[in-house]
């Protein structure tokens, strides 16, 4: 029996036969890598086949792993999902942190933290798996996006003048707003927009406007 390794293959067979077995060695992934990977394939698939295609099954046939394992990683499919969504916020609070600080500097406008949001909801498919989630009472699943809307409320109204009122102006007015667009045209989208007579893109032009319009700015003195 001769047997010959290298990086990539294992090859077993006799000294005086032309046959062979040639085995891939499998790669082993660290935890954290593995739930990446899945993260990340779980996020193709809630763009391609909605949030209902989003399953264990369904993300360990797309990386290659038993389904035996992806459950050992997570547990069930709403953890998946919570896993997603939590990463989802993350990435789009560091974004919106920095946006915010270059709009307040005036380097950029409104529309760039719109197009995050919308991108993220709407191109991305969160707001579908966000009202699905919400739809069939698994609300607690939310609780990652919530808590970074909150968190990032609190952060934006520090940078904002204390006489201001929050319940018009401000961090508070504007996340509600655009959030609220973005779940719309996330759901309804191009459909809604048709029905109210406008162009393609209103949804997100409107919550530009919004957002200027709320923008908090200290009370003009009043006349001497």
């Known amino acids: 029996m001769a047997i010959i390794s290298n990086d990539n293959i294992t090859i077993i067979g006799n000294d005086n036969s032309v046959s062979a ?22 996020q193709r698939l809630l763009i391609e086949k909605g949030p209902a295609g989003v399953t264990l099954q369904a993300v360990a046939k797309a990386i290659g792993m038993t389904h035996g394992n992806l459950t050992h990683h997570f547990g069930s499919s709403a953890a998946l999902h919570t896993a997603m969504i939590a990463a989802m916020a993350e990435r789009v609070a560091i974004e919106a942190a920095a946006l915010v600080e ?44 919530l ?54 893109g209103s949804l997100r032009r ?10 908090a700015a200290s009370p003009a003195p009043p006349d001497a």
């Open 102 to 145: 270059r709009m307040r500097k005036g380097e950029l406008g409104s529309e760039a933290i719109v197009d995050l949001v919308f991108d993220a909801l709407a191109k991305g498919g969160y707001g579908r798996l966000i009202g699905w989630l919400s739809a069939s009472g698994q609300g607690e699943l939310l609780a990652p996006i």
């Open 147 to 200: 808590d970074s809307l909150s968190t990032s409320v609190a952060a934006y109204r520090v940078g904002e003048p204390e006489n201001i009122d929050q319940d018009r102006f401000g961090a508070g007015p504007i996340v509600l707003g655009l959030i609220s667009h973005a779940l719309t045209a996330s759901l309804l989208g191009g459909a809604l927009e048709q029905a109210a007579c406008m162009p393609a």
């Open 21 to 42: 077995t040639v085995r891939k060695r499998r790669v082993r992934r660290s935890p954290e890598v593995s739930r990446r990977f899945a993260i990340e394939a779980a």
């Open 206 to 215: 409107l919550a530009a406007r919004q957002l200027n319009a709320l923008r």
